[in-house]
Nanobody
């Protein structure tokens, strides 16, 4: 079965950087688009970024564009999210997700990780 395991969350100050990782197993990682979502307390889960199955093409939420970078290493079955210039409003649980297709532009998550907490203090 598909397993997605996030790591790299933590408590940081505004302006700091963090890199999240998501290690995938259970099926051929390079066959599927991947994405990151987040959920802040009292809010719905929201899309953050997605990436095509074979690197290159990406999509971002307007709120993170220019600050966050999604990438993947298909040889390591790992997805990354580099987060720079963090703001208190970025505080949330961040979830890794895998699609059942290679389509990153209309990303539809089929599998979820357990999430990793990111807290940004002001």
């Amino acid at each position: 079965q598909v397993q997605l395991v996030e790591s790299g969350g933590g408590l940081v100050q505004a302006g700091d950087s963090l890199r999240l990782s998501c290690e995938a197993s259970g099926r051929t990682f390079s066959s599927y688009a991947m994405g990151w979502f987040r959920q802040a307390p009292g809010k719905e889960r929201e899309f953050v970024a997605s990436i095509a199955r074979i690197g290159g093409s990406t999509s971002y939420a307007d709120s993170v564009k220019g600050r966050f970078t999604i990438s993947r290493d298909n040889a390591k079955n790992t997805l990354y999210l580099q987060m720079n210039s963090l703001k208190p409003e970025d505080t949330a649980v961040y979830y890794c997700a895998q699609s059942n297709s290679g389509d990153y532009s209309d990303f539809s998550p089929s599998y979820w990780g357990q999430g990793t907490q990111v807290t940004v203090s002001s």
